[in-house]
């Protein structure tokens, strides 16, 4: 399975933008790039995925450099419900596919 | 918004009993999935599903473990002879086809 590096944590201020950063330098030619996050006490939650170019949806944006090894998931003004664990995952197209979960960032949001 | 749910919330169960934890998958999804999360860990993958067939496993869904969809709407994990290690949340997923979603969970308590 492909890796993902993310920082163990990060925090901002409410209302202010977000960058997630996450490096997957051994990212092969088929992965998507995928975006969960899991607030506390809940089940993981889709936030977003992408495979070359930027892509943006209610939640959040992703940006992926050209090279693929690395994407920042960005949240344009942050709320306390932000809050959360925030996973980058590398999973190839199609169903039945499995995700798998690193650490991830844990998301600290100031009011 | 369609969502996938699981039931119980909470199970308490003693070492070496049987115990099923059930999920109702979104409607229209082919793909159904089995997580678990040890508190304070990561997410693990358990088992994928579809066409009424396994489609994968990780190496934690030993022989004690099974899944089957009775009906047309329930996705059921047993576990046949509960450890205290099995103790985790449970979560159950489906796909449609690439984006997965998560029900809230099942905390299983093994005694």
């Given amino acids: ?111 | 918004e369609p969502e996938v749910t699981q039931t119980p919330s909470h199970q308490v169960t003693q070492m070496g009993q049987e115990v099923i934890l059930r999920c109702v998958p979104i409607s229209n999804h082919l793909y159904f999935y089995w997580y678990r999360q040890i508190l304070g860990q990561k997410v693990e993958f358990l088992v994928s599903f579809y066409n009424n067939e396994i489609s994968e496993k990780s190496e934690i869904f030993d022989d004690q473990f099974s899944v089957e969809r009775p009906d047309g709407s329930n996705f059921t994990l047993k576990i046949r002879s509960t450890k205290l290690e099995d103790s985790a949340m449970y979560f159950c997923a489906s796909s449609a086809l690439d984006t997965q979603y998560f029900g809230p969970g099942t905390r299983l308590t093994v005694l």
Wanted: glycine share 6%; charged share 20%.
């Fill in chain 1, 1 to 111: 399975d492909a890796k993902t590096t993310q920082p163990n944590s990060m925090e901002s201020n409410e209302e202010e933008p977000v960058h997630l950063p996450c490096n997957h330098s051994t990212i092969s030619g088929t992965d998507y790039i995928h975006w969960y996050r899991q607030l506390p006490s809940q089940g993981p939650e889709y936030v977003i995925h992408g495979l070359t170019s930027n892509v943006n949806n209610r939640m959040a944006s992703l940006a992926i450099a050209e090279d693929r090894k690395s994407s920042t998931l960005i949240l344009h003004r942050a709320t306390l419900r932000d809050a959360a664990v925030y996973y980058c995952i590398l999973r190839e197209p199609g169903g039945a596919q499995k995700l798998v979960f690193g650490q991830g960032t844990r998301l600290t949001i100031n009011p």
